[in-house]
């Protein structure tokens, strides 16, 4: 998030840093040194002292563009992120850790412009997620007044991400894909960006190819006729775009890839469904400069509902336009989940979309036949409820659909108690 601090650069001309953090004890500053060696940043950006020797060293410097600051030995943390706030550019990411498990504290951090709040001990996979994040926002792309003025493409496009780790979002991206290009009749491509492990294909009874994997890797061979060949059918209005890479060789893509792939892609079909991870939605944010809607698949789970409020952020940062749509999949009869629908809606402050029962009836039919949820248990009520969200989503799109969603800072002000901090 780019936090509201000062609105005048005071070192205008100084270069800036990309990182750089003060904490306060040997355990974090060991865990934050082996997330930035792994990131290939500067471990001597880590500096001992918290946040009041941040305030002071950033009074007579310029500040970083990522910013880590530890709050523990602040007496008054808040007056302080303030007094930091005065000396810090416009656009710095700040995020601020501290032993403090406090839902009032959280909110006002986040309310003065923290990006981010954790609680130590804070754990290798917490911070690096964090710093990840944080990246991730200063890297994408900014718009401009010509890109505002492009001629918006008439392909509806829609990102399918997953709360958590087997939530289901892969078999909504499935019958979302199966739905549109059957029961709407629109020609609809569906990709699959789990590079290694994606069930996109799966799903359908077909082999996915290296079509996805030869495109990221080699973005100047993409065109029609590249697609044309690298797309499985599993039908006269769906296309299949997946991979299997090998589990040894990592794929390496960038933003110009992804946006070549997806502006191909468009030129033939009237919708995109995209299956999405969330680390390579981290990893490359700008996935989500063409969706006009995102699908968040939840269950009602503490931890999913953590993630989806951070997701929602994240979503709202990059891609303000685009539509979120809550999908709580997996749900159980009332009474035995972990949170009730009302108390998740509260904390998330959004309403859910769309529900889909708990049915390993039709989950076992679609494995067996090879087929979507959808289309193997027609009839169900899983089956009607996706069918539903892909009318809402397909047939009232439009330029003007999207509303734009409340920014970062906003969806995180009114974070509600029934979350607690997340810690190491």
């Known amino acids: 998030m780019n936090a509201p601090w000062s609105s005048t650069q005071r070192f205008a001309d100084a270069p800036r840093d990309l990182f750089s953090a003060f904490v306060s004890d040997d355990a974090t500053a060991e865990v934050l040194k082996n997330t930035v060696l792994d990131m290939g940043w500067q471990p001597e950006r880590i500096h001992r002292g918290g946040l009041p020797n941040a305030v002071q060293t950033l009074s007579v410097s310029a500040s970083p563009q990522i910013l880590l600051v530890d709050l523990s030995d602040s007496q008054d943390p808040l007056g302080e992120i303030n007094a930091l706030a005065e000396v810090c550019e416009p ?40 710093l990840h994040n944080a990246q991730a926002i200063l890297l994408a792309p ?13 392909t509806s496009t829609v990102a ?12 909504v991206a499935t019958s ?16 699959d960006f789990d590079l290694h492990f994606g069930v996109g294909a799966l799903s359908f009874d077909l082999e996915p ?21 690298a797309i499985v059918k599993a039908s006269e209005n769906l296309a299949i775009l997946s991979a299997e890479a090998s589990i040894n060789a990592p794929i390496l893509t960038d933003g110009a890839a992804l946006n070549q792939l997806h502006a ?13 991870p969330r680390l390579f939605l981290v990893q490359n944010p700008n996935l ?25 952020g994240f979503i709202g940062a990059q891609s303000p336009n685009a ?25 998330v402050e959004q309403a859910i979309s769309a529900e889909l029962p708990l049915d390993q009836k039709s989950a076992i039919a679609a494995a067996q036949q090879g087929a979507s949820l959808a289309q193997a248990g027609h009839g169900s009520k899983a089956a009607a409820a996706l069918g539903e969200l892909a009318r809402q989503i397909i047939l009232g799109d439009g330029p003007d659909a999207g509303a734009e969603s409340p920014s970062l800072l906003a969806r995180f002000k009114t974070l509600k108690s029934l979350i607690p901090l997340k810690s190491g």
């Open 142 to 154: 900014k718009n401009t007044p010509a890109a505002e003025a492009e001629p918006e493409s008439k």
């Open 176 to 191: 979302l894909a199966w739905a549109t290009s059957h029961a709407l009749g629109r020609k609809t491509a569906l990709l």
């Open 323 to 347: 539509k979120i749509h809550l999908v709580a999949n997996k749900v159980l009869p009332q009474g035995q989940t972990e949170v009730s629908r009302k108390d998740f809606e509260a904390s």
């Open 288 to 312: 989500l400069t063409d969706a006009r809607h995102v699908v968040i698949v939840t269950d009602y789970t503490l931890a999913a509902a953590r993630d989806t409020l951070r997701l929602i």
């Open 209 to 229: 190819g290296r079509g996805l994997t030869d495109a990221l890797e080699n973005p100047a061979r993409i065109d029609s006729l590249f697609i044309e060949r």
């Open 91 to 130: 656009g710095t990411i700040v995020i601020a850790i501290g032993g403090v498990n406090d839902v009032h504290l959280y909110r006002e951090l986040l309310a003065s412009g923290i990006h981010d709040y954790l609680l130590k001990p804070v754990s290798d996979h917490v911070m690096r997620e964090a």
């Open 160 to 171: 399918v991400i997953g709360a958590r780790g087997g939530v289901g979002a892969s078999t």
């Open 264 to 276: 191909q892609v468009a030129q033939t079909c009237d919708a995109i469904i995209m299956d999405v």
